[in-house]
């Protein structure tokens, strides 16, 4: 299967910029208040049980919550989508969403239908996390292209943050 120049950059990314990207699509797709919790490396653990963001909006007078993941340099395994379950359910949240650069495994694929009687969640692929993208005009430019510039400041935000997050401040 051919890879969109979309789902390229996508995939060249790293933890840290995909983070901020699928949040500032979430905010435009109107998921409200969108907090992004500690981790920041692919390989650094969470306090927050395996989820890096969380969105809190009102559906009418009922609150909601959407606890996301998002996963750098692999696929959806079906391991995944079990924790996903599992903090969903734990933390009481309306949904949850994971974002991957690659595929999703069948094994992956099956485990969500199964598990979709009890809780909501969501799986985007390289591919749908591109056309969720596009759909909230992230990452192209007008005539379809990749957006190379916003892609690069976003990576030196991240790098930028990733700096300030490790001095040391002295009183």
Do not use: W
């Amino acid at each position: 299967m051919k890879v969109t120049p979309l789902v390229a950059e996508l995939q060249g990314a790293t933890l840290h910029p995909l983070i901020m990207v699928v949040t500032q699509a979430l905010a435009r797709a109107g998921y409200g208040d969108i907090r992004i919790l500690d981790r920041r490396q692919a390989k650094q653990k969470s306090r927050y049980g395996g989820y890096d963001i969380e969105c809190h909006t009102h559906v009418g007078r009922m609150p909601a919550k959407v606890i996301v993941k998002v996963v750098a340099d692999d696929s959806i395994h079906k391991r995944m989508i079990d924790e996903l379950c599992g903090v969903t359910l734990s933390s009481q949240a309306t949904a949850g969403f994971i974002f991957a650069t690659k595929h999703i495994a069948t094994s992956a694929k099956a485990e969500l239908q199964a598990l979709s009687p009890i809780v909501r969640l969501v799986a985007f692929d390289g591919e749908q996390f591109a056309a969720f993208l596009a759909a909230q005009d992230i990452g192209l430019r007008p005539d379809g292209s990749v957006d190379q510039e916003f892609f690069r400041d976003l990576k030196q935000i991240a790098a930028n943050i990733k700096h300030l997050t490790q001095k040391k401040f002295y009183l």
